[in-house]
């Protein structure tokens, strides 16, 4: 839970995000839940396939060191409201091409569609499945009740095989 603890500390905030994270095992992980979380491709296209309707970021936070970039999102359905995802995302432009880095900048693509759009050599290291319990942070995010549940995952993005991109995805609360 050491990469949890580095990704939202990025972002400290007066309200916890969350009351309990636990490691879940994908095999005991509730469907749907599993086949959102358990995989190595991008969320962003896993979200869009889910909800049948393209996704939109949102960006509640972010900073930028250099060439050490984070942002705190919100993924929802194009033209709505409808939170399907919270994340924290810490990538290092070191691997990517300017042109990545300046759109992954504006704010107004999926970082997952944005590395498919220009082709990056990518792979996707699933790290952990979590079971969240949501503080109010979270549940103000994901329209849920605080003490309410949700699954999420750690994983690492590597860009042009180097570890570029350490994210926290968690889905709003599905039906199970």
Do not use: W
Not at 30 to 57: G, I, K, R
Not at 58 to 79: E, F, H, M, Q
Not at 98 to 116: C, F, H, K, M, W
């Amino acid at each position: 839970m050491d990469e949890l603890q580095s990704l939202i500390s990025q972002f400290p905030q007066g309200q916890p995000l969350f009351e309990k994270v636990e490691h879940v095992a994908s095999a005991l992980t509730p469907e749907p839940y599993c086949t959102m979380l358990a995989h190595n491709h991008h969320m962003t296209v896993t979200m869009e396939e889910y909800h049948q309707s393209p996704v939109d970021v949102r960006i509640l936070d972010r900073n930028l060191d250099g060439n050490r970039y984070a942002r705190k999102i919100l993924l929802v359905k194009s033209g709505t409201e409808d939170v399907v995802q919270f994340g924290v995302v810490r990538f290092n432009f070191d691997y990517v091409t300017t042109a990545v880095r300046d759109e992954i900048l504006a704010g107004e693509i999926p970082l997952g569609r944005v590395l498919i759009n220009h082709n990056v050599l990518r792979h996707i290291d699933l790290g952990a499945i979590l079971r969240i319990t949501a503080g109010p942070g979270l549940a103000e995010c994901l329209q849920m009740p605080v003490g309410g549940v949700t699954y999420g995952r750690l994983a690492t993005i590597f860009c042009n095989m180097q570890p570029a991109v350490d994210l926290l995805e968690i889905s709003a609360p599905l039906e199970t």
